[in-house]
């Protein structure tokens, strides 16, 4: 069992070192911008609140955060369940599992923005492979106009690109089943369904929570893949608030307003998280009967 | 007769095409000129060539920033892995005050939206001078890399019981040698696994790369978008690009495979 | 319940050397037995092919004569309770009884009426609406024990090593439990283990397995009284029995200086083995301080208690002997000790295999 | 004095480990076992001899030398778990030899070669040196952690229950290596365990522990014979003594309707408890009761066989009582069991101290 000890925590000196310099500064910086405005010529000028108040009023603001809550979502209800049908269907033993392994796994290898080119290569009406299938499908599929077909590029991108961070984490959570349960549910007569139900499901809570607060944290910050694919368009149909915030802050220069916008996001993330995460470590306290070793 | 058309093989067979059309398209462009890339659709190139690739071997802007990507990453993985280590022995070894509410601490870095931060990290680097050098993107990294190995480490040290500390001590190791010696050969698989994730997300990492370099340590990705911004994109040495940037990580994942497939200790939860 | 019957069964893993090699064995119907080996002694290969988890490589399974080799463990109705408690997490201990009758597609008013019964059975009667992970160790193996039984159509219930995870003070308990649930029920239940105590304890027809072979079948007491192998009789009871060399002698068979008496008939008969060796437990040695008629002397060279008797370590000429005595004798290492052999307690063996006098 | 510990107290945030325990061993002690359920102490004490944990307060001598705030590197001491713990990442030889090679001043290499190779030997490993621990079964792996602790000459050798994971056998082999290893070294062995039997059988000397403190300590066969309080009667003896409640009025003890009989040396009236070790509950299957001793029939709730002898837990009118009988046969659930009491053989306790107020007479003698 653990020994309480206070000195561990010169243990954690380089880490938070390290943490602080990249966390802590930048932070203060952001905050400092929050609560003041910077007018040419005239410096920083204190404004306390406003700009979290004119965020918080703001319409596009608004607009963007129902979207991108709809958009996060939607791919968590596509891609953990696809997720796990992968990791069912993926091999165990020998050369096969690890083919599917690299395989499934080079997604997550590609640089963000290679994968928003891949997908604008891929869907674009004059080069793009999707048009012409679809034309001959008959059906006219226009990324750059019509706001349903960006909208579900969009979204088969991120589960294109992300579903195999589901898959391996479950693939995994599977690995570390013992084969009783399984030997037990076949005695008694399961189906294939009622199995994957009453043993398979209940033992991947945990690796399932753990994929689900990675995904809902990295789907909230989604960016560049969107910029490159859809720009944002047509109209605000693909524009999250990483979008709205980028455009504040790079492009408009209201940089007040984009510090308090992002406190505010950064804001929304961490209670969210807070409470994955308390469900997710209370989740291991009630810990289901693991086989115990002799 | 096995059934091969299982709803199990279907389901794969088709995620599997879904995964590596949008690949193996890529795959083929790079092997095709850009005119052909904009006529025909064919997956198959008629007129194969090699000549996206070599724009990027000689190309000395292409060489370079593949090189200046491998540097700061490699740097990151180090800098991550002399940090996580010992942090990680402290959260497996010990409880103390605000342990858990620390842990977390350190996962919300992870979350920081990037966007917004681009600024201040500028302005944070260019004052103690390491703008523009693989360090400055090391460095940034790690902000979202050690909280992962940190979680990954602990997980494997857990696993190894206190009782094995206890006996070096009885044995009369002193802690560094006890640490070298026994307790680093152990965590090896852990070292590999959270080296491997540190690697995966410095490699892709854009938004902190291209802020905090300009030309010394101008990173591939950055090469690929600027060869982006210009109107006529060179489609087919993009696309040779990506399909480059690919290599090193399927490699570590080829290197890590086992730890994955055993399932790293995902108990520590 | 059903007769379990092995017949010629062998088996290797892929191409190496053989698992376990002619296995033949007899469960009759309602026995309560055990299989028992040291660990590698192929016991656990044979409760795979019983419960249908493999499929032996040479050799047939059959339940009440039905060849029921290519069976899985579902078609066999063969239950098994595993070394740790094995439960559908999600559901609560109701559902878990009911679920193999609900898989079976039984109408609910009767699965109520066996899943209560059986609970009765089991003494889970109180715990039927509490959920699986609230359970302790002990009580979830109860549970997934009464998963087994409470299907009509079961035919044996295997337990593997089922007390491994149990804390101590908690075993005798569910000891308790397994042997009254036999006693009420009659299924044919087979205990596998690598613990004597257990097995012993549990079962009235004890399999020994030992390096893939099965080496003897019986009661408690013919295991401990008349061990067909001297392994057997070193495996079984503590301290193990005493193995000695011996020659056949004119008047009986004598080991150095002791000579234990027969009649002319047996030592004729005996002349002709090699290699005999005379196997006595440690507590059926005579040993007094006094002369005893027909006896030999032994130096003491050790004396352990248990509390509740003395193990005496002595020598015999050559031979190391172990003898039990009462823990209020007196006796210390130094001492000498008359001791004698009587001829109803030796078993005599002839290269390593016993042989059958009319003691 | 190899070991003095004087009023040792050691508190954790839930319970008191050590409370105020006091524990002196004479030199010519080999072994000395500590004998007490799991989690009442020994652990704890075990780490507080080691050096692992330290004392709230109390003093620890070791050889007359105060090590009270010394560090667990700098003493001379080694320690077995429960777990065969050793280090996965080296070979069995450098498992073993892993105390010499970090021993300071340096020993020879060809020194530390000859004393591995001597205590595998000895244990019966040498064979398996050039193997990784994992590749061992688990008796052979706890032999590596044997050999380990025993190839440095230390004054302490620390055994938390080794035997515990091991199955019958191995512990039976493996109690004798480790009597003989104890009387050949002059170091201490304190070998803590619940198990009665491996104290009974290995230690010169015993320490039964209750609450954190020692209850009795002595010779282990005159503990066994003469426990002074009813804690040590029922820790040190396998399986337990029984502890019934009986009354006391002049000269006759009753422990229930049937169970009456004149007890020569009877204590004055009152509540006592009355102490009966499970071989002094005669079952004779057949035949009168011995002359003077007391016959009652008991129902049969359980039967487990233990070694050679077997273990009967009887119920008798509101009493569970345990006999021992050396008789293996199959047993059935409820049936009745004859058991004569000789009693001689009894021992009374004080009802609400616990303290042994008359011994039986077999065990003043045996004691003398």
Not at chain 4, 32 to 40: E, N
Request: net charge neutral; proline share 5%.
């Amino acid at each position: 069992m653990k020994r309480v000890d206070q000195r561990a925590w010169l243990f954690l000196i380089p880490a938070l070192v390290v943490l602080s310099l990249n966390a802590f500064i930048p932070l203060m910086t952001v905050v400092n911008y929050s609560v003041q405005d910077i007018l040419p010529g005239l410096g920083a000028v204190w404004v306390g609140f406003d700009n979290f108040e004119n965020v918080l009023r703001d319409p596009s603001f608004r607009g963007a955060l129902t979207r991108q809550l709809g958009f996060s979502a939607l791919i968590l209800l596509i891609q953990v369940p696809l997720g796990i049908l992968v990791a069912l269907g993926m091999p165990k033993k020998g050369w096969p599992a690890t083919a599917a392994l690299v395989t499934i796994g080079l997604p997550l290898l590609i640089p963000w923005n290679v994968v928003g080119i891949i997908w604008r290569v891929f869907t674009r009406s004059d080069i793009g492979i999707v048009p012409f299938l679809f034309d001959r499908f008959g059906y006219v599929y226009n990324i750059a106009n019509s706001p349903a077909d960006a909208y579900w590029t969009v979204v088969m991108m991120d589960v294109w690109h992300w579903t195999p961070l589901i898959a391996l984490l479950a693939y995994s959570g599977l690995n570390a089943i013992p084969d009783a349960f399984y030997q037990a549910a076949r005695i008694d007569g399961a189906t294939r369904w009622r199995t994957f139900w009453v043993v398979t499901l209940p033992r991947l809570r945990n690796v399932l929570t753990i994929g689900i607060l990675l995904r809902f944290m990295d789907s909230f910050r989604i960016y560049i893949e969107i910029s490159l694919l859809t720009g944002g368009g047509p109209g605000r149909t693909t524009a999250f608030v990483s979008d709205l915030l980028v455009n504040r802050a790079v492009g408009g220069f209201e940089f007040g307003y984009a510090a308090a916008l992002s406190l505010i996001y950064f804001f929304i993330i961490i209670v969210i998280s807070y409470l994955f995460f308390l469900v997710l470590t209370n989740v291991g306290t009630s810990s289901q009967m693991q086989g115990g070793d002799a | 007769m096995r059934r091969v058309f299982t709803p199990r093989n279907v389901l794969m067979a088709v995620y599997l095409i879904f995964l590596a059309a949008p690949l193996l398209w890529m795959l083929s462009m790079s092997f095709k000129p850009n005119a052909e890339i904009l006529e025909t659709r064919a997956l198959f190139p008629q007129t194969p060539t090699l000549e996206n690739y070599a724009e990027i071997f000689t190309q000395p802007a292409w060489r370079e920033s593949f090189v200046n990507s491998l540097i700061y990453v490699a740097m990151n993985v180090v800098i991550t892995l002399i940090v996580a280590i010992p942090a990680a022995y402290a959260f497996s070894r010990y409880t103390f005050r605000g342990d858990r509410h620390l842990f977390f601490w350190l996962l919300t870095n992870r979350m920081a939206p990037g966007a917004v931060f681009l600024l201040p990290f500028f302005q944070l680097y260019s004052n103690i001078g390491l703008f523009d050098t693989h360090l400055a993107v090391a460095l940034a990294h790690t902000l979202f890399s050690v909280p992962l190995a940190i979680w990954i480490l602990e997980g494997f040290m857990s696993g190894i019981p206190m009782e094995i500390d206890e006996t070096a001590y009885v044995d009369g190791y002193s802690f560094p040698r006890f640490f070298y010696r026994i307790f680093m050969p152990l965590i090896g698989p852990g070292i590999g696994v959270a080296a491997f994730f540190s690697f995966l997300f410095s490699w892709v990492e854009l938004l902190f790369a291209r802020t905090l370099t300009s030309t010394a340590a101008k990173p591939i990705v950055v090469q690929l978008s600027r060869s982006l911004g210009a109107e006529g994109w060179d489609w087919g040495v993009i696309a040779a690009a990506g399909v480059l940037m690919i290599v090193p990580g399927a490699l570590l994942i080829y290197f890590v495979r086992d730890y994955l497939a055993k399932g790293f200790a995902l108990g520590r939860v | 319940m059903a007769r379990i019957e092995l017949s010629g069964v062998s088996h290797r893993y892929g191409n190496d050397e053989w698992a376990i090699r002619d296995v033949n064995v007899v469960w009759e119907d309602g026995v309560a037995s055990a299989l028992l080996g040291p660990s590698g002694s192929g016991k656990t290969t044979v409760l795979d092919i019983i419960s249908g988890l493999l499929r032996p490589t040479e050799g047939r399974v059959l339940v009440d004569g039905r060849d029921v080799t290519g069976l899985n463990a579902r078609e066999r109705n063969v239950a098994q309770v595993f070394q740790f408690p094995v439960m559908y997490e999600t559901l609560n201990v109701f559902d878990n009884l009911a679920f193999p009758l609900r898989n079976q597609r039984m109408p609910e008013a009767e699965v109520r009426q066996r899943v209560e019964a059986t609970a009765e059975l089991m003494g889970l009667t109180d715990l039927l609406r509490r959920n699986a992970h609230r359970l302790g160790a002990a009580e979830q193996q109860r549970v997934s024990l009464a998963r087994g039984i409470v299907r009509k159509d079961i035919s044996a219930v295997l337990l593997d090593e089922p007390l491994t995870v149990i804390d101590p003070q908690a075993k005798w308990h569910l000891r308790r439990q397994l042997k009254a649930l036999h006693e009420r029920t009659g299924i044919t239940m087979i205990y596998v283990t690598h613990d004597q105590h257990e097995a012993l304890t549990f079962a009235d027809q004890v399999t020994v397995m030992n390096l893939g072979a099965v080496v003897q079948t019986g009661t408690p007491t013919e295991l401990h009284e008349r061990p067909r192998r001297p392994f057997i009789g070193y495996f079984i009871g503590s301290p193990g029995m005493n193995l000695l060399e011996a020659e056949v002698g004119e008047d009986g068979v004598r080991v150095g200086p002791l000579t234990v008496a027969y009649e002319p008939g047996v030592a004729k008969r005996l002349a002709g083995e090699e290699a005999l060796q005379l196997g006595i437990r440690p507590e059926y040695v005579e040993a007094s301080s006094r002369p005893l008629e027909g006896g030999t002397e032994a130096m003491v060279e050790d004396v352990d208690t248990t509390g509740h008797s003395l193990i005496v370590h002595a020598r015999m000429g050559e031979a190391p002997l172990k003898v039990t005595m009462d823990e209020a004798a007196t006796v210390a290492s130094g001492d000498s000790l008359w001791i004698r052999f009587p001829a109803e307690h030796v078993n005599l063996y002839a290269a390593g295999e016993r042989i059958e006098v009319n003691a | 004095m190899k070991l003095e510990l004087r009023d040792a107290v050691k508190r954790f945030r839930t319970a008191t480990a050590l409370d105020g325990l006091t524990l002196e061993v004479q030199d010519d002690v080999d072994m000395v076992a500590i004998v007490a359920p799991t989690g009442s102490g020994k652990t704890t004490l075990l780490r507080v001899l080691a050096g692992l944990d330290g004392l709230d307060s109390g003093s620890l001598k070791v050889r007359g030398e105060d090590v009270t705030g010394v560090h667990v590197q700098k003493r001379n001491v080694s320690m077995v778990y429960q777990k065969f713990v050793n280090y996965p990442s080296l070979r069995v030889f450098d498992n073993i030899a892993s105390p010499l090679q970090v021993a300071r001043p340096r020993i020879a290499k060809a020194e530390i070669e000859r004393r591995v190779h001597a205590i595998a030997e000895k244990l019966g490993i040498d064979m398996y040196l050039r193997r990784y621990p994992q590749e061992l079964s688990g008796g052979q792996r706890q032999r590596v952690a044997l050999a380990r602790a025993l190839v440095k000459e230390v004054d302490l050798v620390l055994l938390d229950e080794p035997l515990g994971n091991l199955d019958y056998k191995l512990r039976e082999a493996l109690r004798s290596d480790l009597k003989e290893l104890s009387r050949e070294r002059d170091a201490l062995f304190v070998y803590a365990t619940p198990e009665p039997i491996d104290a009974l059988m290995m230690a010169s000397h015993v320490a039964v522990l209750s609450e954190g403190r020692v209850v009795q300590y002595g010779r282990t066969r005159e503990v066994h014979a003469v426990p002074q309080h009813a804690e040590v009667g029922r820790r040190f003896s396998e399986p337990p003594m029984n502890l019934l409640a009986c009354r006391v009025e002049d000269g006759h003890v009753s422990a229930g309707d049937a169970f009456r009989f004149r007890l020569a040396d009877a204590p004055s009236d009152g509540a006592f408890l009355l102490g009966i070790y499970p071989h002094h509950l005669r079952i004779l299957e057949d035949g009168p009761p011995k002359p003077g001793s007391v016959r009652i029939e008991a129902r049969l709730e359980f039967a487990e066989v233990v070694g050679s002898d077997v273990t009967l837990r009887l119920a008798y009118e509101e009493h569970t009582v345990l006999a021992l009988s050396d008789k293996i046969r199959s047993y059935h659930l409820d049936e009745t069991v004859k058991v004569d009491v000789d009693p001689n053989d009894v021992y009374l306790f004080d009802a609400r101290s616990g303290d042994l107020v008359r011994a039986s007479v077999r065990g003043r003698d045996a004691r003398g």
